[in-house]
């Protein structure tokens, strides 16, 4: 996977308006890096270190995200951004679950995908751990995060 690239920091999440929440972008007007950036925006401001992977050999892997609890517990996300107006089918949960061969504790695979998912790629997902992100968990990661503002 290699070495993460710099991480997003609370200047990029400063820079973008901290008021109250606002309607989804039209993601399909964004492109892929704008989309990454956007989530990772709203991670920092959930209290996540994010990092971004280098655009090749990255695995799938688009970011890395971690943040401990109060106990020094760490949740770890590794995010894979398609932003596709187009449901992603089970193929894209597939190689994103086999850039994991081993899930730690801790550590969730997520696939943000604005289009949604098919039905397979969904049971797919149920039965190997990975958490799909939707047009509706984007717009709960938005509320929350425009909470932490």
Do not use: Y
């Amino acid at each position: 996977m290699g070495q993460p690239a710099p991480t997003v920091g609370p200047t990029v999440a400063a820079a973008e308006d901290a008021g109250t929440p606002r309607p989804l972008p039209a993601f399909r007007d964004l492109p892929g890096e704008a989309f990454e950036e956007w989530i990772a925006v709203r991670l920092d401001r959930l209290g996540f270190h994010v990092a971004r992977t280098p655009r090749s050999r990255d695995g799938g892997i688009d970011l890395i995200a971690t943040r401990p609890d109060t106990l020094g517990i760490e949740t770890r996300l590794l995010l894979q951004c398609k932003n596709r107006g187009e449901p992603a089918g089970v193929s894209v949960v597939r190689e994103l679950r086999g850039v994991i061969p081993d899930r730690s504790a801790g550590t969730t695979p997520v696939l943000a995908c604005p289009g949604g998912f098919t039905a397979d790629a969904k049971t797919f997902a149920a039965a190997h751990g990975v958490r799909l992100w939707g047009r509706a968990e984007l717009s709960e990661l938005d509320r929350q995060a425009s909470l932490t503002t």
